[in-house]
């Protein structure tokens, strides 16, 4: 079982749309995928057309111990696709695992106890660096990292960085940046452009070659609880996150590739 996070503590970055649809496309491959909605806001399950009152479980009982993954598990509305769902219940996680000796692996211990019914685990994380995503990194063998196409880009995602190595450092040898994902592009901005060779000349092989465009119909499918790909697969947006998938799916290791 890969798990991936798909990370980025600046909010706005498309960093939802990215889990949704790229665990949207890896489903229609054929794999098995379980999307952990990882944020206080519960954005992953509504996209996903999961409503707050059919939330019986979520991640927050996941990571206080109160039950396993399996139990938290939802059905989503595309086939091979599971979700564990979020609440506004796991803002006060933060506060709530200072008292755990393990408080920076719940998660992973969760994983590690689930059922190998899946063959690939992506986390959406917060928008923040806190015990959340820390958990989420801690879990992961891998890293996803949207990035939207601003000036502040990099300077939020040296950041980032820096919390990968100390979590690499201290808890998770293993964890490697899968790639990051240029968001919100807009060929007719002068600054997207000049922002994607920078960030390209700082990271070089492990920026995506695949671009995500500043999209209506990408904006319009959460509303209706549906991933872009259900939504409008022949959008712009949504042509862009199948062949992201497709990158990103070469990426792996081949016995990943292989399952």
Not at 50 to 71: K, N, P, T
Not at 231 to 256: K, T
Request: proline fraction near 5%; charged fraction near 20%.
């Amino acid at each position: 079982m890969i798990v991936i996070a798909v990370a980025n503590q600046k909010g706005g970055v498309g960093k939802t749309t990215t889990a949704i649809n790229v665990a949207t496309a890896l489903a229609a491959t054929g794999w098995r995928v379980l999307l952990v909605d990882l944020d206080p806001q519960g954005n992953a399950s509504t996209g996903l057309g999961i409503g707050h009152s059919s939330r019986l479980r979520s991640s927050y009982e996941v990571l206080l111990g109160d039950c396993g993954i399996e139990a938290a598990v939802m059905p989503s509305r595309v086939p091979r696709l599971e979700l564990v769902p979020s609440t506004v219940d796991l803002s006060g996680a933060e506060v709530e695992l200072v008292a755990y000796d393990n408080r920076t692996h719940r998660l992973a211990d969760a994983l590690a106890a689930a059922p190998a019914r899946w063959d690939i685990v992506l986390i959406d994380c917060p928008p923040s660096l806190g015990l959340l995503t820390m958990n989420a990194l801690v879990a992961a063998q891998s890293l996803l990292v949207p990035l939207q196409c601003e000036f502040f880009a990099l300077e939020g995602l040296s950041q980032l960085l820096q919390t990968v190595e100390r979590i690499r450092a201290r808890f998770n040898p293993g964890l490697t940046i899968l790639g990051v994902a240029l968001t919100m592009y807009d060929r007719r901005n002068r600054l997207t452009e000049q922002v994607s060779q920078d960030v390209r000349a700082c990271l070089g092989p492990v920026v995506f070659d695949t671009v995500i465009p500043r999209n209506v119909r990408l904006s319009e499918a959460p509303s209706h609880g549906l991933p872009a790909l259900i939504y409008d697969i022949r959008c712009s947006g949504s042509e862009a996150y199948m062949n992201l998938a497709r990158e990103l799916m070469g990426r792996l290791p081949q016995a990943a590739r292989a399952a």
